[in-house]
């Protein structure tokens, strides 16, 4: 922290040294920190921007410069040997492609840039910066294979190589993969922190493989290389004691591997994976992604992974590549890691050798643990969110039996931590067994539970006077985080699957809580990846069991390959994933316009989920109150709404005007089919919400749609399920009635995130009537903007309904930068520069500021100053204190009315962090 500290205080320095007021910082790759493995002939760079006067207004970037080079000591002006882009004319301060000299495979880059102001004015260097690129092309693999252990029957197996490096060592970079899950270790050591090594995918089209940067890893001399191995999603056994939420089996374990070396006298060596390397069983005698895994220590050699084992091992067998093509970070999100320690709050005896462990806080964890005991003592932990009356572990609701193993070897002070096996969990039943009946059981040294998820950097924070919705902001915080793994997980323990409804249905919420743009990346190539030939997306992705019905094919969660790529853009103004996946988009829109019954009604074969989890006459589960096929139809209409705004944006006319056309055809099967005076359908929150949100509703009903919406809601309470919920929040917020939002969610006597609290709940339940810790999911989602937006594009709002500035009129074509030789911008060409599109970072400063603030629809509307810098968005700032009714709100970042953070639509609330 110090040397971050320092170096940031040296840049804003030599900035007001040399009269500038733009400093750039946070330098990013493809969207992330000094990445290693960009895959990417032309990667795409990006910054923040800081102004050194935390008083200035209207701060903006006109230019920019960018230098590259082969090593830190070239990276100047004079010297850079890859790149050196000259001053470019252009506002833009993300998604600038890389444009220097040919990148190859296994390099680092380093490089670093600097801005000019609106002044004309430039700014300091920024601090250097690098990447490692990954495989370019498929031949730079080398020839390396997929290898194996025997026969690929084990639990688990080791591979290694042993290796010599010469004198001058300059540069070693290796790229591995290994399925189902794998770590790398070299010279004794684990490589890196990564934990579940490679990101789950389809594994049928894609494979990922991780790039690293091994030069401070080796020595001049013998060096070893090794892979252990795990079953992971690629290898599911059915096991008869342990839980599985499905059995699929997709081959036997495998890994590949090529290590370059680079000399400083330009000589070049590769290790790459064949039948030279030797193979052995692992430790794990058992490995299971929903079972567990059991680590027996009696079977482990330390020294597996360094030079001179002596140990006879056999050769490892040469095994056929997966179908998937191996890909690097461009299908990547971001690795999972260790986050935090959870140290046990309580620790209680229930009996000789049996203790429950309380850690205080649910959460996806693995054990740590430090043990002395005698050869063949065993400590068995078994996670459990419950605990029923009785103070024993309750996994009804997740599942069933799955715990951590480990057999000691009796060689002291033992610790260890799991390779492949997390789960969602508060309770630890610890039980420690003599390895022979009678004997002294092992002696448990030290126990804690890290908390792990993707590695994702928090860049807001939500707080107000009112201390129910802070509580209910770390209730949803909790289980975000829990579920934010390679996919994006439904729960942490039961099913681990990627549900795909809740990346839009959740997707605004969780962007203002964390940076997730290459996970939400991540999940639409899933996406991708699954869908079938006739077009079909199916409820999960990666799609690793089939389910059937519904809950396989509901239009409900299919749209989220339409509406995640829209959410995506309005976030970060990136149109290349809408771009990659638009002709897929279609075949999804085409599939469901082929399944239009005789009223012109989307109706899918199983017909869908519907509104799931509504509150009914009857437990939950399948819509119950509202019909699916209004559900489908809307959100079919939806889909149709964004395909007409990213066509119009992609510059495909003819596509945008067919999809406009098939819209209003929709929409008026959907009027004479459910639209009333007062209502739609049912009546029920959903139907009606919907309705109003998406522009189902005629203009001159909505006000009384709207006033049946309210009643209902203030005569029942909630009742709207995980899909209607959404646009429930939306309705009333656009309609100006937050004030029912707010009493609709002030409250812990209903169905709601405050019963779930007043229950004793630590994460979110799925149904919102349940009691204390069931089944930890991610929460259903909340809307953030209340009230219409005066101009510009809004998260979840449509430029093609005219809610904002219109995309068909191409007026946000991209620009090209241009060079100024001089790197001096006259004032009155800066002012005119404008970026490609609101929703691109504009290149402003991050400190402009405004206090203005006036209410809107008996809300507050804050914020009518400069634009900045929000997670890839233009948004409005303000500094304030507005008191709003009973509740007392700080207010110190961009809103509108309202913001949603954690999915709680709140009036105000302060909103902190990095990109803020």
Same mark, same amino acid.
């Given at each position: 922290?110090?040397?971050?500290?320092?170096?940031? @205080?040296?840049?804003?320095?030599?900035?007001?040294?040399t009269g500038a007021t733009l400093v750039s910082q946070r330098l990013t790759v493809e969207g992330r920190s000094n990445p290693e493995g960009i895959d990417s002939a032309a990667p795409r760079l990006g910054w923040q921007l800081v102004s050194t006067d935390a008083r200035a207004r209207g701060k903006r970037q006109t230019a920019y410069q960018v230098i590259a080079a082969t090593t830190g000591a070239l990276l100047d002006e004079k010297h850079a040997d890859l790149w050196n882009s000259g001053c470019m004319r252009s506002p833009l301060s993300q998604h600038i492609p890389y444009a220097g000299k040919p990148l190859a495979s296994s390099q680092v880059i380093h490089w670093k840039m600097r801005v000019w102001d609106e002044g004309g004015r430039p700014g300091p260097w920024s601090q250097p910066a690098r990447f490692v690129t990954?495989?370019?092309? #498929?031949?730079?693999?080398?020839?390396?294979?997929?290898?194996?252990?025997?026969?690929?029957?084990?639990? @688990?197996? !080791?591979?290694?190589?042993?290796?010599?490096?010469?004198?001058? =060592?300059?540069?070693?970079?290796?790229?591995?993969? &290994?399925?189902?899950?794998?770590?790398v270790h070299i010279n004794g050591a684990k490589l890196g922190t990564e934990l579940l090594m490679p990101g789950w995918t389809d594994y049928r089209k894609t494979v990922l493989y991780d790039t690293h940067d091994v030069t401070t890893s080796l020595r001049a001399g013998a060096n070893a290389l090794g892979l252990a191995l795990g079953n992971g999603m690629y290898r599911v056994e059915k096991t008869v004691d342990r839980?599985?939420?499905?059995?699929?089996?997709?081959?036997?374990?495998?890994?590949?591997?090529?290590?370059?070396?680079?000399?400083?006298?330009?000589?070049?060596?590769?290790?790459?994976?064949?039948?030279?390397?030797?193979?052995?069983?692992? #430790?794990?005698?058992?490995?299971?992604?929903?079972?567990?895994?059991?680590f027996d220590a009696r079977r482990f050699d330390a020294g597996w992974s360094r030079p001179g084992l002596q140990a006879a091992w056999q050769p490892a067998a040469e095994i056929a590549a997966p179908a998937g093509v191996l890909t690097g970070l461009s299908a990547a999100g971001s690795p999972v890691r260790v986050i935090e320690p959870l140290v046990p709050k309580a620790i209680t005896p229930l009996s000789d050798g049996v203790l429950m462990v309380d850690l205080g806080q649910n959460a996806s964890v693995m054990p740590r643990l430090r043990v002395r005991g005698e050869a063949g003592s065993n400590v068995r932990i078994t996670p459990s969110e419950l605990l029923d009356a009785r103070g024993e572990l309750d996994d009804t609701m997740t599942g069933g039996k799955a715990h951590w193993n480990y057999t000691l070897a009796g060689q002291g002070e033992e610790a260890w931590f799991p390779q492949f096996f997390y789960r969602g969990a508060r309770y630890l039943k610890v039980e420690?067994?003599?390895?022979?009946?009678?004997?002294?059981?092992?002696?448990?040294?030290?126990?804690?539970?890290?908390?792990?998820h993707a590695d994702v950097d928090a860049i807001g924070s939500f707080?107000?006077?009112?201390?129910?919705?802070?509580?209910?902001?770390?209730?949803?915080?909790?289980?975000?985080?829990?579920?934010?793994?390679?996919?994006?997980?439904?729960? #942490?323990?039961?099913?681990?699957?990627?549900?795909?409804?809740?990346?839009?249905?959740?997707?605004?919420?969780?962007?203002?809580?964390?940076?997730?743009? @290459?996970l939400f990346e991540k999940a639409l190539r899933d996406m991708a990846d699954s869908q079938t030939p006739s077009g079909l997306v199916p409820d999960i992705a990666p799609e690793y069991v089939v389910f059937q019905d519904g809950f396989r094919d509901s239009v409900e969660w299919g749209s989220a390959f339409i509406q995640v790529s829209w959410q995506h853009y309005l976030f970060t103004g990136d149109?290349?994933?809408?771009?990659?996946?638009?002709?897929?988009?279609?075949?999804?829109?085409?599939?469901?316009?082929?399944?239009?019954?005789?009223?012109?009604?989307?109706?899918?074969?199983?017909?869908? !989920?519907?509104?799931?989890?509504?509150?009914?006459?009857?437990?939950?589960?399948?819509?119950?109150?509202?019909?699916?096929?209004?559900?489908?139809?809307?959100?079919?209409?939806?889909? !149709?709404?964004?395909?007409?705004?990213?066509?119009?944006l992609l510059g495909h006319a003819r596509d945008a005007h067919a999809f406009a056309g098939q819209a209003g055809r929709v929409k008026a099967s959907y009027l004479r089919a459910y639209g009333r005076a007062d209502g739609f359908a049912t009546g029920s929150q959903t139907a009606n919400a919907m309705s109003l949100a998406l522009g189902l509703a005629s203009a001159d009903h909505e006000a009384a749609v709207l006033a049946s919406l309210v009643a209902d809601v203030q005569r029942r309470g909630l009742t709207a399920g995980d899909v209607g919920y959404r646009y429930l929040l939306r309705a009333l917020a656009?309609?100006?009635?937050?004030?029912?939002?707010?009493?609709?969610?002030?409250?812990?006597?209903?169905? &709601?995130?405050?019963?779930?609290?007043?229950?004793?709940?630590?994460?979110?339940?799925?149904?919102?009537?349940?009691?204390a810790d069931q089944r930890m999911v991610l929460p259903r989602p909340r809307r953030h903007p209340a009230g219409r937006p005066r101009a510009g594009l809004q998260p979840g709002r449509h430029p093609a309904r005219g809610r904002g500035r219109s995309a068909q009129r191409g007026r946000y074509a991209r620009r090209p930068a241009r060079s100024h030789p001089q790197c001096l911008v006259p004032r009155r060409q800066a002012v005119a520069t404008r970026a490609e599109h609101p929703a691109q970072l504009h290149g402003r400063s991050a400190s402009a500021r405004s206090?203005?603030?006036?209410?809107?629809?008996?809300?507050?509307?804050?914020?009518?100053?400069?634009?900045?810098?929000?997670? &890839?968005?233009?948004?409005?700032?303000?500094?304030?204190?507005?008191?709003?009714?009973?509740?007392?709100?700080?207010?110190?970042? @961009?809103?509108? &009315?309202?913001?949603?953070?954690?999915? =709680?639509? !709140? #009036?105000?609330?302060?909103?902190?962090?990095?990109?803020?």
């Open positions: 922290m110090f040397r971050i500290a320092l170096v940031a @205080s040296l840049a804003l320095s030599a900035a007001l040294a990954g495989v370019l092309a #498929p031949a730079d693999w080398r020839d390396a294979r997929w290898i194996t252990l025997g026969d690929g029957t084990a639990q @688990s197996a !080791l591979l290694r190589r042993e290796f010599f490096v010469g004198p001058g =060592l300059r540069r070693a970079v290796l790229h591995s993969s &290994g399925l189902g899950q794998y770590e839980y599985n939420k499905f059995a699929g089996d997709q081959g036997p374990q495998k890994a590949i591997a090529l290590l370059q070396l680079d000399y400083a006298d330009g000589r070049r060596e590769f290790v790459k994976t064949d039948t030279s390397w030797q193979a052995g069983d692992g #430790p794990l005698t058992y490995s299971n992604v929903y079972g567990g895994e059991d420690l067994a003599p390895a022979t009946p009678g004997g002294p059981r092992p002696q448990l040294l030290a126990l804690q539970a890290d908390v792990v707080e107000t006077s009112n201390e129910l919705f802070n509580r209910i902001y770390t209730l949803v915080r909790w289980a975000q985080r829990s579920n934010l793994m390679s996919v994006m997980t439904d729960c #942490p323990q039961r099913e681990k699957l990627g549900w795909v409804e809740q990346a839009y249905l959740n997707g605004p919420a969780l962007r203002y809580n964390f940076a997730l743009a @290459s149109l290349q994933p809408a771009r990659r996946h638009f002709d897929g988009m279609k075949r999804y829109a085409a599939y469901l316009g082929s399944h239009l019954n005789a009223e012109g009604l989307v109706q899918v074969p199983g017909g869908g !989920l519907g509104d799931w989890y509504d509150i009914g006459p009857a437990n939950p589960g399948y819509a119950q109150l509202t019909p699916r096929e209004l559900t489908a139809t809307a959100l079919y209409f939806d889909d !149709l709404q964004i395909l007409q705004s990213l066509a119009t656009d309609g100006g009635r937050s004030d029912v939002v707010h009493a609709m969610n002030n409250q812990s006597d209903t169905p &709601g995130y405050g019963y779930q609290l007043q229950h004793g709940a630590h994460v979110v339940a799925e149904p919102l009537h349940a009691g206090g203005d603030h006036q209410r809107a629809g008996g809300w507050p509307e804050v914020g009518r100053g400069q634009g900045c810098a929000f997670g &890839g968005l233009r948004r409005r700032r303000c500094a304030a204190q507005l008191d709003v009714g009973k509740l007392r709100v700080r207010v110190d970042a @961009s809103c509108r &009315g309202t913001i949603d953070v954690a999915g =709680l639509v !709140l #009036p105000g609330g302060r909103l902190t962090g990095a990109n803020r």
